[in-house]
């Protein structure tokens, strides 16, 4: 799991998408990301691992909606069918879609992003 997250966080720091996994702990300046992942336990006969990675993006302001669809177009140019072979493994990671989501408070935006993953490791 932990190869397959940092195969997705290097591919979000060369587009310059403020992410950090699990919790943002910088200080707050939008729009930025925050990432969480899904890993199936099974195990295909190929030995390939699957699961899904989301992005949840928060931003505030003028042009706060639009931020949050530009990071989304962004997002799915890197992943739209994103294969890379480095250390004896193979990643896939494909962009799933992306969605704005009500945040609850007024003003702050909110999106979700879903990228679905593959993962095979050689011999």
């Known amino acids: 799991m932990v190869s397959i997250l940092d195969f997705i966080s290097e591919k979000l720091e060369e587009a310059e998408i403020p992410y950090e996994f699990g919790e943002w702990t910088q200080p707050v300046s939008y729009p930025y990301f925050v990432g969480s992942f899904d890993e199936t336990d099974f195990r295909y006969e190929d030995n390939c691992t699957a699961g899904t990675f989301t992005l949840d993006g928060w931003a505030r302001g003028g042009g706060a909606q639009l931020a949050l669809a530009e990071v989304s177009d962004t997002v799915k140019k890197v992943f739209a069918n994103l294969q890379e072979v480095r250390d004896n493994r193979s990643f896939f990671v494909r962009f799933g879609g992306s969605q704005p989501v009500p945040s609850g408070e007024e003003g702050l935006y909110k999106v979700t992003i879903t990228?679905?993953?593959?993962?095979?490791?050689g011999e």
């Open 115 to 121: 990228l679905f993953t593959s993962e095979w490791e």
